[in-house]
């Protein structure tokens, strides 16, 4: 993968049948983790642990942050917010694919200076099985 602008990377929500960009977003993350399950006994070589492939919990994180540009992404966001909801959530990765999948939003703060612009963030916790589809 060459260089690319972060803002290409582009966070989208399901909203009914199309994607809504996540609108006024400075900064993107996505993070995936793997727990370990560790298989090590009194035969095991020397010191080194093993692990058990394929055996731990997948998960992957989001987090976002930015300022407020589109009413209808916002709206959206807070009221999944209050209602606890999953909704199908996409990353769009330059020159790399997409990442879609179930996610739960797990944080929304909000944010301002005197001077200064509101400012929102925004983590979210896969709920269930991811897709990656190749650009």
């Known amino acids: 993968m060459v260089a690319q602008a972060g803002r290409d990377l582009l966070l989208k929500v399901e909203n009914g049948a199309s994607w809504l960009t996540v609108a006024g977003l400075r900064s993107k993350r996505l993070a995936f983790n793997t727990e370990t399950v560790d298989i090590t006994d009194a035969e095991s ?22 300022l407020f540009k589109d009413q209808a992404s916002d709206a959206l966001i807070r009221a999944t917010f209050f209602a606890g909801a999953i909704l199908n959530w996409q990353v769009l990765i330059p020159s790399f694919g997409t990442i879609s999948g179930p996610f739960q939003i797990t944080a929304l703060e909000y944010s301002g200076e005197h001077n200064g612009e509101v400012r929102f963030e925004l983590a979210l916790e896969s709920a269930g099985a991811l897709s990656f589809g190749a650009l």
């Open 45 to 66: 070589a020397g010191r080194w642990r093993e692990l058990l492939g394929g055996a731990g919990i997948q998960r992957a994180s989001l987090n976002g942050g930015g």
